[in-house]
């Protein structure tokens, strides 16, 4: 499968910005599904976002809907996520995940092969 690296988490202010990235190694990156996923101290890990492979779908959790946007350049292998109108809930670990099989996009962490290390984002208030 894949390898993934995250970048662009950091701390940030309530009501800031901040867009993550995740470069993937492979030239066949537009033959992943992509998605983004979260595990804050003490919870589960869950899902952010997803994108189709060639980017035409989308998929957002209720808590983000709004405020982030995923969205990837295939001629770079990289996907990314903004993150606008941060709250301090979504203080997390962020991952990004890719799967060579899935079709569509998926909210199930279970579908995706390939993870990445993280990247904290960390929000005060």
């Known amino acids: 499968q894949v390898q993934l690296v995250e970048s662009g988490g950091g701390l940030v202010q309530a009501g800031g910005s901040l867009r993550l990235s995740c470069a993937a190694s492979?030239?066949?990156?537009?033959?992943?599904?992509m998605g983004w996923f979260r595990q804050a101290p003490g919870k589960e890990r869950e899902f952010v976002a997803a994108?189709?492979?060639?980017?035409?779908?989308?998929d957002y959790a209720d808590s983000v809907k709004g405020r982030f946007t995923i969205s990837r350049d295939n001629a770079k292998n990289t996907m990314y996520l903004q993150m606008n109108n941060l709250k301090p809930e979504d203080t997390a670990v962020y991952y990004c995940?890719?799967?060579?099989?899935?079709?569509?996009?998926?909210?199930?962490?279970?579908?995706?092969?390939?993870w990445g290390q993280g990247t904290q984002v960390t929000v005060s208030s």
């Open positions: 994108i189709s492979r060639g980017g035409s779908t989308t």
């Open positions: 492979e030239r066949t990156f537009r033959n992943y599904a």
């Open positions: 995940a890719a799967d060579r099989g899935l079709w569509g996009t998926s909210r199930k962490g279970a579908d995706f092969g390939s």
